[in-house]
Structure formats: C-alpha cells, structure tokens
C-alpha cells in the first residue's frame, strides 16, 4: 500500500503558473504508475496525466496537452504537475493516484488516492 499526499494548490490569476506535488510513503513508490486527476464543482472526476513507474512514459488529456507537465523522483516519492498557462476552467480539486506498475486514464485504474488540494483561477 501507499499513502499519497497532495500540496502546492491555491488561489492564482489566469496565465499563472503553479506545481502541485504528491509525495508518497509506505511502500516502494518507484513501484507504481501515478497520475492526476481532477474534480471541478458538481462535476465528474477527469482524468489530466499520468507517468509510468519508472517515468519514460507520460500522458495528458487534451486540455492538459502543451500547459501542464508531470514528472517524478523517485528518490523522493514524489509526482509533481507542473501547470502554466491557468485558465479558470482548470479551477478543481486536483487528486493524485497510484496503482502498482499498470496505471491508465481511468480513475478505475488506480487502487491509491490523496486527499486532494484546491486549485482556483481567477478571471
């Protein structure tokens, strides 16, 4: 099992830039596909990109595509997400997620999630 804890949310204006972290504990994080996802108000869980274990392997949706950028250390446990060019539609709860080597685009994929930490754009 791993534990994951999100930070680095907040409050910016549109065409800032922010870098949500997740750092994980617990068991051998270097071991599992993570990915963030995201949950606007009264809306569905979405999917916003995902790295491979090992961190050859990435993938954004298309609204993520060109503006947001994920990566990982293994030696810390941690994912991050790197995000510029915010818009207020990208405001949400951003959650990070693992699952043991596999990982996917679905939030049925993954068997491990953080809390999730706020992120709102201001027009």
């Known amino acids: 099992q791993v534990q994951l804890v999100e930070s680095g949310g907040g409050l910016v204006q549109t065409g800032a830039s922010l870098r949500l972290s997740c750092t994980g504990s617990?068991?051998?994080?270097?071991?599992?596909?993570m990915a963030w996802f995201r949950q606007a108000q009264g809306k569905e869980r979405e999917f916003v990109s995902t790295?491979?274990?090992?961190?050859?392997?990435?993938d954004y949706s298309d609204s993520a595509k060109g503006r947001f950028t994920i990566s990982r250390d293994n030696s810390k446990s941690t994912v991050y997400l790197q995000m510029n060019s915010l818009k207020p539609e990208d405001t949400a709860v951003y959650y990070c997620?693992?699952?043991?080597?596999?990982?996917?685009?679905?939030?049925?994929?993954?068997?491990?999630w953080g809390q999730g930490t706020q992120v709102t754009v201001s027009s």
């Open positions: 617990g068991d051998d994080f270097g071991a599992y596909a």
């Open positions: 790295i491979s274990w090992g961190g050859k392997n990435t």
């Open positions: 997620a693992a699952d043991h080597l596999d990982g996917g685009l679905v939030a049925e994929d993954y068997d491990y």
